[in-house]
């Protein structure tokens, strides 16, 4: 036995632990918001909290052309993060056909890609959401 065999193994472990931290940071729980579009010439206010337990509580505020709230929409379920794909997706509690998901842009930002079985999913920076 070589008196290095432990410090190569305990080095290999320290990395894989950095690694494994430094990527799990790349989506921090928390509460986002922003104003995004939403048909040809709406826009909604977008407000949703990742909780640490996996759970999330979503409010969308549909806006009129003079920026007043005209309709609330709330809805809750769980989130699941997935690493590889620098994604998170939301399974709804209540809603079976809604997809959304958001792709990770930095530590503070996410960007929502919303969807459902007959509409195309939204993406650019009109749709990102800042961390609080």
């Known amino acids: 036995m070589s008196c290095n065999s432990g410090n190569k193994a305990d080095k290999q472990t320290t990395e894989t632990e950095t690694t494994q931290a430094e990527a799990s940071t790349e989506f921090a729980t928390g ?3 922003g104003t995004i579009p939403v048909g040809e010439s709406g826009k909604e206010n977008y407000h949703i909290t990742f909780n640490t337990d996996s759970s999330f509580a979503l409010k969308e505020q549909m806006l009129t052309a003079d920026n007043k709230v005209d309709a609330e929409f709330d809805a809750k379920g769980q989130w ?3 690493m590889e ?3 998170v997706y939301l399974k709804y509690d209540n809603l079976m056909d809604r997809v959304t ?3 990770i842009i930095d530590g503070t930002t996410i ?3 919303n ?3 007959g509409t195309k ?3 650019g920076d009109a749709y990102n959401l ?3």
Do not use: L, N, W
Request: proline letters at 0%; hydrophobic letters at 20%.
């Open 115 to 117: 969807g459902s079985m």
């Open 121 to 123: 999913e939204t993406s």
């Open 130 to 132: 800042v961390k609080e």
């Open 101 to 103: 998901s958001f792709s």
């Open 111 to 113: 960007q929502v890609h």
């Open 85 to 87: 794909a620098q994604k």
């Open 31 to 33: 509460t986002y918001k």
């Open 80 to 82: 699941k993060y997935d």
